[in-house]
């Protein structure tokens, strides 16, 4: 299981997102989206315009913030923080979004 986490984790210094990505601000609606033998939560620091649309008035999970990306987002790692594991095994990487 470390090694396939590892892998993945290494493909990740930057990756572009080719779908529309739904995002959230809540903390325990990511945890339960990252539930897997490999659960990975990507933490993002937004610079900038870099946030994303919010579309709690469209989502489909009331009282949901929720942000959208565009395709053709740029996951870029944020080298100046670390990434940790928790007590679960979930893997939490700082990620900057970068629009094109």
Do not use: N
Request: glycine share 4%.
């Amino acid at each position: 299981m470390a090694v396939e986490c590892l892998r993945l984790l290494l493909t990740l210094f930057f990756v572009a997102q080719l779908a529309p990505m739904s995002t959230s601000d809540d903390y325990d609606v990511a945890k339960s989206f990252a539930a897997s033998r490999c659960g990975l939560i990507f933490e993002y620091y937004t610079q900038g315009h870099s946030k994303g649309v919010e579309i709690a008035d469209f989502s489909m999970y009331p009282g949901e913030r929720e942000f959208l990306y565009p395709p053709l987002t740029y996951l870029l790692l944020d080298l100046s923080k670390k990434i940790r594991r928790l007590v679960d095994g979930t893997i939490v990487v700082p990620i900057i979004p970068q629009m094109s």
